[in-house]
């Protein structure tokens, strides 16, 4: 019988960049006892994103993260600067990113690969709490 389950998990990034989530999805997935299905995560912001990334060397991390600022700096000119430098830079970050993942679930696990994690990338200095919705359709 199809069931669904859905939950939110709010994350505090002390700095901008890479922080792996997967434990706590991973967590959501085992208390649902959903065995196959279709996880969705959504991060419900415009200036933070989610990615699944390489989550076994950290300086794959650090490469992104300095790609991103390279490309999408602080300090350009921008018109958008409503809530400091670091406001279109992170508006720039996440439309090049995602906000929303799929993953697929089976056997009661993640469908990641061996050195898949998944990730909020907080694009912002002195972020709030960030809220990353979780819903899992399956049986």
Known sequence: MLRQSSTSIPIRAERPGLFEITD????????????????????????ASLLIQENAAPAARRDLERF?????????????????SDDMPAHL??????????????DGHLLLGTWQGIFLFEHRRGASTREIALHLVGE
């Open 24 to 47: 706590k999805v991973r967590s959501f997935v085992a208390d649902t006892g959903i065995q196959e299905g279709l996880l969705t995560l959504f991060c419900r912001h415009t200036s």
């Open 68 to 84: 991103f600022a390279a490309i999408a700096p602080e300090g350009g000119s921008y018109e958008h600067d409503d809530e400091g």
């Open 93 to 106: 970050r996440s439309a090049l990113t995602a906000t929303q993942l799929s993953i697929p679930i089976q």
